[in-house]
Each structure stands twice: as structure tokens, then as C-alpha cells.
């Protein structure tokens, strides 16, 4: 059974008047590998696993990608298990369901080594053509994962090209509407798609967004998506966080191991607990960000202002305190802990990165400039050396500490799409 | 009325009459000041307050409340609704041994350890009510305050109606019984906080020689129309009668009451930065451990109140004590308006200590004369 923990670091103590209290709390899960998984056939039951492969099948796939992308339909069909049930749907314009067959009368069916076969067989039929309106795909990936009664729902999604066949108001409305039914892991493969389009469906579905540069590298890719996918073996796990009568929860934030903003996703438990869905968990350690105002109150006084929980459905599992003491100790109050300080640059790193991209594609040199020179200074401050290299592509470094910069020109858009989606990605703190 | 003027006092050896204060006996030179002989041996009634605060060593934390917000107290230790922190049993304990006397002792907000304690008893027409404070220079104060009070309690209890030694008569014949018990009480909490120094100094190894615990004295008996204070230190008693002039029973044994005395004004006197320097106290280094008294006889309904100055801090003068008072007794019940005293001093800052405990003292009860 698996087994959840959470680990609270944060200096509760505040000065006279002081109200904010940040506290990073690290949730670890071990033993989800072990939860016991229906893999009898078409009996899968709710502890089962459903697998869904949307590949982009619009005119502009046309060649090596399409080739490719078949190629890794083909193994992530290998990767899947006996007994998941799973899905292949060819995207357009319109969304299509590849296998099972259009004619059959199930939604999806369950691995076994005869609808191995025929899944690839159909995967090798499949043919570029028409335009590209992702809602479509989501739409019939969500109609086939209602149809089966199984907890934990993953897509794997792979575009080349820009939603260019639909407005984005119509994706957006459809990303609402699917959203907490299933999660999504979004790839891009090439330099024609858009990261911002990706990251709102990734984002909203509890997944991750990718660059894939090389059309050859997908079928690798798609193998550890299938494994990871099959390794989470806690199908839904709620972050709550309990914040006392009369305090304000500021924001609630996913630190690592990628940023992710929870606040927008918050549901109400009760009157002083708030819930954020955080998808599906293999063993593994993420860390949240919360921050809570509480009013002020005497020095000398202790007050609890946040439980950090995990729940597994209904069940707390594991329980985190967030304390505020008031002190007129200078030397208790005035530190910083170690873990709120490089999460907090991380986090500004994140969107310096994605708004100063921004302000370059827009043409705002200036803002870019500034936006990228912080960017390069909160990279090498918070020891973010992959986020250093991916800068290093687009700006010439003049000063780190300053985070003085001059843009490049004539960057690779590749260079660019990789330090986009790779933004978010944060390093974890070094502990003594 | 003072202790001095009190005759009753006895030697144990040869019988002769002693002021309480006197050190040895006039006559054959007894020491007095620890003589055990003028406590009584035998303490007859168990007093048993109502603890309102279950204990958290039963385990029965399901009941604790919140002592901010009337909350649950979460298994985690804070309060399920506001998240203060839960105390434990010592930090803050409340009593009601009658429906008309309660007190609540509270660790307030800024101190790490509640050095205030409070013992209650009542039964009948009744009541005793202790208060000491510790000294919180000294270490392990909170367990020689709560020993003292006990302790004075059980002999309060023993010259008491249902005790061994009553005190009887007419209304001066007991005032001279009730000062005679009341320095018995403190001497026997002087006893207490010295028996809790040496049980320290065994089991710790701590030289209690050096920083020996010690602690204030007060208690106030309500005996059937007659009210009576005794102290040591600067823990007060008011009286507060529903009509006519409030008035505290106590003087304190204290810098700030000396510089009043000399004429300094009381405002002045009691911020000065010494003003808590108290001049009498109970423990191991005390010159003298015989309280001090006075008596009043009500002519009609009143709170008496007997409080550390983790209250009177923030409300000294008696008159506006009595304002405070009936501002929160609209129930005319002790306990909620003890609770409410102790939550307003927290409001006020919490500083200090916080002890307050309350008698109704009602028409019926002093009728009885």
C-alpha cells in the first residue's frame, strides 16, 4: 500500500505585525509501485489504468513525422501492459478513433497480446491529412474514458503544428469541460506548435509539455510516458490545506519538481479547507510553496496558520503543520528559510523565462532584455545550470550577478521552444 | 484588621499567647515561625473542585477546547477552528468547586510557562480562594506556586464549617479565627514551596540555595457573611459590592505600594520600571511567611475577586476593576466571568500570568450570620 509523508520547512517565526507565513512542504510517496492492479483481461477494474494515444494526424505531418509518429504509437502500444485498457485516436480537424476499429463496439479494449498486433496494424494505416483542431481530440479521448469505469486516465498527446482549423476560445471552453475527468501529457515535435497552446492543456490536466526536437526521439519519449503513466500507482491524490478562521490562503504553488501554480484549482473541503488536485503518484517527491496571511498577533503567541494534508479520496494520509510565532528576536525573525528563498527564485525565474520569450516574440526588445538578464541571474543564484545552458542559446551574458544581457540574433526557434517548455523546471533545493 | 492585632495565636509548647508574626514564644522561646503545631495535623475534607479542562493524560482529548475561540483542539495540538495551540493542563486550568466560585488560571501570551496557580474550594455558605504567583526569576516556579496553593487551600478547607478546626462565633470572634487561620495557610504554603524546592534539589541536583523557587500569596475566605483576605506579595483581593464603593482588601507587599505610601501617585509608581519588585514573598529566602489580613463584612451582593497581577495590570485602580468586572458578569455566573477576565488581559497583551477567580457572594449567603 502506498504510503504518502510530508516534511514542513519555513522559519515560523515573524516579527511584531508581521502577518505572511511561507512554508515548503515536501510530499513524498513510496510503495505506489506495490498497490495491487486489476490485469485479469477486460475485467479491469476501478484500480485499473486507462491509455489513450492521440497522435496529430493533420496534412502538415505529412513524411518524417508522420512516420515517426506512427513508429512511437507502435511502441508505446509495446510499452502498455496486459490487461490497461487503451485507445489510439488520429487527430485533424476532425478526431478519429483508430483502434479500436471505428466499428467495434467497445470504447476501448483491454492489452493482451492479440489487440497488440491489431493495434499496430491499424497504427500503420493511419495517414496525414487536414487541418488541426485539438478540442476534437480531447472531446473523443474524454467520451472513450467515460465509457470505462477505472480511476486513473491518462492521454498522451503528440501535435506538430498550431490549433489553426478552431479559435482558442473553443479549445479553452473544452479544456474546462475535460478537465479532472482525465490527465494529459502534451508533446510538441518539431518547430511549428505552440508552447503556450500545449502548456494550457498539460497545465489544466495535471501533465507536463515537451519539446520534442527530432522526429526520431519520439517513440523513446512516448516508451517512458507509457512507464511513468503505469508506474503512478495512486490513481487521484487531493493537496488539501486547512488555513484558520479569519487568514487568507495567498497562493498554493507546485515547486518541484516543476512549477505549477495550484491556487486557480482550489475546491472547497469546508469552510477552512481548501482542496488542489494533483493528478495521479508513482513514488516520488514533489514540493509545494504555501503561503497563508493570518492577522497579526501579540509577540509571544504561537498560531497554527496551515495544515498541509494529503488525501487519498477521502482519507487524510499525511499532515504537515505550518506554524507562526511572534518574536521581538531579531535574529529568529530576520532569516529566511533556506527552501522558501530558492523556491520563491525559481518560481520568478519561471516567469521571467516565459515573459521575457514573450516580449521578444512580440518585438519588445527592452522588456526581453530585462525579463532574460533576470532570468540569468535568478538561474545562477538558485544553481539552475540547465536553465543557464538554455539561456546561454538566446542571450549573450555580459554580467551574472547584474544579470546583464544582449539578445542574440538569428537564434535557433528550437533553442527558444526548449527554454519555453523547459521553464517550469525547477532544481530541488541542496540540503545539508 | 492585621494579623498583629490578632490574639489567638498560640505557642505549642507551653500555650501562651503569641502575635502571629512573633518568631519565638514570649514565654519559653519556642520558635513560632515553623512551628507545624499551629497549622492543624489532620485536614478532614477533600476538597474537590471541579476541573472543567479534562486531563490530557486520560486521553480524553476529543473534549479539549480552545481556550481563543471555544474550538475543538485538533490531535495535532491546535485548534481545529482558529489554530492557537492547545495548553496543557498546567498552562491553563479552570475550577468551580460551587456554582457561585470559579476561577481560571491562564499562562497568558508572552511567558513560556504558566508560574501562576489557584486552589478553590467552597461548600455552603463557604468558600476559600487561593492565588499564587511565581517568581519567574526562579526556576521551577510553577511547581512551588501550585504546591503553595494547595497547600493553603487544604488548611483554609480544615478551619472551614465541614473542617477540623471550624472557626465559630460571633462575626469579631471569627475575623480573629479567620486571621489566625490565614497565617496558619500561609505558613503552611511557605512549607509547601520549601518541601517542592528540596524534592527539586534531589531529583534535579539543583542548588536551590542560588535561585530558590518562591512565589506571591493570597486567599480570600467568604464564611458566612464575612469576608477575609491574607497576602504576601502583590496577588490582590477586591471586593466589589453591587452597591456602595469597590474596594481592594489587600496592600501590596510591594516597591510600587511603598512609593504610594511615601505619596508617589499610583499611576506613576506602578510603571516605574521597579514597580513589580515585591517586598514579601513565600520560599526558601523569605524573611517572614505570615500573611497579612484584613476583613469586611458586606452589607449587601458582590463579587469578590481574587487575582495575580497578570490582571490588575491592566485594570488597577478598584473602581474600574469593578467596571471591568460588570462588563463581563452579565450571566452572573464566576466561571464565564473569570474566563472573560483572563481572555481580556490576553487581549491586553497577555504579559504576565493571568489568574482570576471569583465569588458571587449573594444576598442569601450573607444573610446567614
Same mark, same amino acid.
Given at each position: 500500500m502506498a504510503e504518502f509523508s510530508a516534511e514542513v520547512f519555513q522559519n515560523e517565526f515573524l516579527s511584531d505585525g508581521a502577518t505572511d507565513v511561507h512554508a515548503v512542504v515536501a510530499v513524498t510517496c513510496t510503495g505506489a509501485g506495490t498497490t495491487q492492479r486489476a490485469v485479469a483481461g477486460a475485467d479491469a477494474g476501478a484500480d485499473g489504468v486507462a491509455e489513450i494515444v492521440a497522435v496529430d494526424t493533420s496534412g502538415s505531418m505529412q513524411g518524417r513525422n508522420m512516420e515517426a509518429a506512427k513508429h512511437a504509437a507502435a511502441v508505446a502500444v509495446d510499452q502498455i501492459p496486459d490487461g490497461t485498457l487503451f485507445a489510439i485516436i488520429g487527430g485533424s480537424h476532425v478526431a478519429s478513433r483508430i483502434f479500436p476499429y471505428p466499428n467495434a463496439r467497445v470504447p476501448m479494449v483491454a492489452m493482451e497480446p492479440g489487440a497488440r498486433s491489431e493495434a499496430k496494424r491499424a497504427i500503420s494505416t493511419m495517414a496525414a491529412a487536414g487541418g488541426t483542431a485539438i478540442s476534437s481530440w480531447l472531446r473523443l479521448a474524454d467520451d472513450l474514458f467515460a465509457a470505462v469505469p477505472v480511476a486513473q486516465k491518462h492521454l498522451i498527446l503528440l501535435t506538430d503544428g498550431k490549433n489553426e482549423s478552431e479559435p482558442s476560445a473553443h479549445l479553452n471552453q473544452m479544456i474546462a469541460e475535460v478537465t479532472g475527468h482525465f490527465q494529459c501529457d502534451a508533446r510538441g515535435v518539431g518547430d511549428r506548435w505552440v508552447v503556450d497552446e500545449l502548456r494550457k492543456i498539460s497545465t489544466a490536466l495535471l501533465g507536463t509539455v515537451d519539446l520534442i526536437a527530432r522526429p526520431e526521439d519520439i517513440a523513446e519519449d512516448f516508451a517512458a510516458l507509457v512507464r511513468k503513466s503505469m508506474a503512478r500507482g495512486v490513481a487521484s491524490v487531493d493537496l488539501r490545506v486547512w488555513a484558520p478562521q479569519g487568514s487568507q490562503v495567498l497562493f498554493v504553488r507546485q515547486v518541484a519538481p516543476e512549477v505549477d501554480d495550484l491556487t486557480g484549482r482550489r475546491t472547497e473541503v469546508n469552510a477552512l479547507t481548501s482542496a488542489y488536485p494533483t493528478g495521479a503518484w508513482a513514488d516520488e517527491t514533489r514540493e509545494y510553496h504555501v503561503a497563508v496571511r493570518v492577522p497579526s498577533k501579540p509577540v509571544g503567541s504561537e498560531q497554527l496558520a496551515a495544515r498541509v494534508q494529503v488525501a487519498v479520496g477521502a482519507d487524510v494520509t499525511a499532515s504537515g503543520l505550518v506554524k507562526a510565532k511572534w518574536s521581538d528576536d531579531s535574529t529568529l525573525t530576520a532569516r529566511i528559510s533556506p527552501e522558501v528563498a530558492h523556491y520563491t527564485g525559481q518560481a520568478e525565474l519561471a516567469s521571467a523565462i516565459q515573459e521575457g520569450l514573450a516580449a521578444k516574440a512580440a518585438g519588445d526588445e527592452a522588456t526581453a532584455t530585462v525579463k532574460l538578464g533576470r532570468a540569468v541571474q535568478l538561474a545562477a543564484e538558485t544553481g539552475n545550470d540547465d536553465a543557464t545552458s538554455r539561456l546561454r542559446k538566446i542571450v549573450e551574458v555580459e554580467n551574472v550577478e547584474e544579470g546583464t544581457v544582449r539578445l542574440k540574433r538569428n537564434t535557433a526557434k528550437l533553442d527558444e521552444m526548449a527554454l519555453d517548455t523547459a521553464s517550469t523546471k525547477t532544481t530541488r533545493v541542496r540540503r545539508a | 484588621m492585621s494579623a498583629d492585632d490578632s490574639s489567638l495565636a498560640r505557642c505549642p509548647n507551653c500555650g501562651e499567647n503569641a502575635a502571629p508574626r512573633a518568631r519565638f514564644c514570649e514565654n519559653c522561646g519556642t520558635p513560632l515561625g515553623s512551628a507545624e503545631g499551629t497549622a492543624p495535623s489532620e485536614v478532614t475534607l477533600e476538597p474537590a473542585p471541579t476541573v472543567v479542562d479534562p486531563d490530557p493524560a486520560t486521553g480524553d482529548s476529543s473534549a479539549r477546547r480552545c481556550g481563543a475561540c471555544g474550538g475543538t483542539i485538533a490531535p495535532d495540538g491546535?485548534? /481545529?477552528?482558529?489554530g492557537t495551540p492547545g495548553q496543557s493542563e498546567r498552562d491553563h486550568f479552570e475550577e468551580r468547586p460551587a456554582d457561585w466560585v470559579a476561577g481560571v488560571c491562564d499562562r497568558g501570551v508572552r511567558h513560556a510557562r504558566n508560574e501562576d496557580a489557584m486552589a478553590l474550594a467552597a461548600g455552603g455558605t463557604f468558600a476559600a480562594l487561593v492565588v499564587c504567583d511565581g517568581v519567574s526569576s526562579a526556576p521551577d516556579s510553577d511547581i512551588a506556586s501550585l504546591a503553595a496553593s494547595r497547600a493553603a487551600r487544604d488548611v483554609l478547607v480544615a478551619y472551614g464549617p465541614e473542617g477540623s478546626s471550624s472557626v465559630e462565633g460571633a462575626t469579631s470572634r471569627r475575623v480573629a479565627g479567620w486571621t489566625y487561620a490565614m497565617v496558619a495557610a500561609s505558613r503552611a504554603a511557605s512549607q509547601a514551596v520549601r518541601g517542592a524546592a528540596e524534592q527539586l534539589a534531589a531529583t534535579k541536583g539543583k542548588d536551590v540555595t542560588d535561585d530558590p523557587p518562591s512565589c506571591t500569596f493570597v486567599a480570600a475566605v467568604v464564611d458566612q457573611g464575612l469576608v477575609v483576605a491574607g497576602w504576601l506579595g502583590d496577588s490582590r483581593v477586591y471586593w466589589l459590592p453591587d452597591s456602595g464603593q469597590a474596594e481592594q482588601l489587600s496592600v501590596d507587599d510591594s516597591w510600587a505600594q511603598e512609593m504610594i505610601a511615601a505619596g508617589v501617585p499610583r499611576a506613576q509608581a506602578e510603571t516605574s520600571?521597579? /514597580?513589580? /519588585?515585591?517586598?514579601r514573598w513565600l520560599g526558601p529566602d523569605a524573611p517572614d511567611t505570615d500573611a497579612r489580613c484584613a476583613a469586611t463584612v458586606p452589607s449587601g451582593p458582590g463579587w469578590l475577586l481574587v487575582c495575580s497581577d497578570g490582571l490588575w495590570n491592566y485594570c488597577s485602580d478598584a473602581h474600574e476593576m469593578n467596571d471591568l468586572v460588570r462588563r463581563f458578569a452579565g450571566s452572573g455566573d464566576p466561571h464565564t466571568t473569570a474566563a472573560a477576565l483572563v481572555r481580556w488581559a490576553n487581549a491586553q497583551g497577555g504579559r504576565d500570568n493571568i489568574t482570576a477567580a471569583l465569588a458571587r457572594v449573594s444576598p442569601t449567603v450573607t444573610e446567614q450570620r
Open positions: - | 491546535y485548534c /481545529a477552528d482558529c520600571p521597579q /514597580a513589580h /519588585a515585591i517586598t
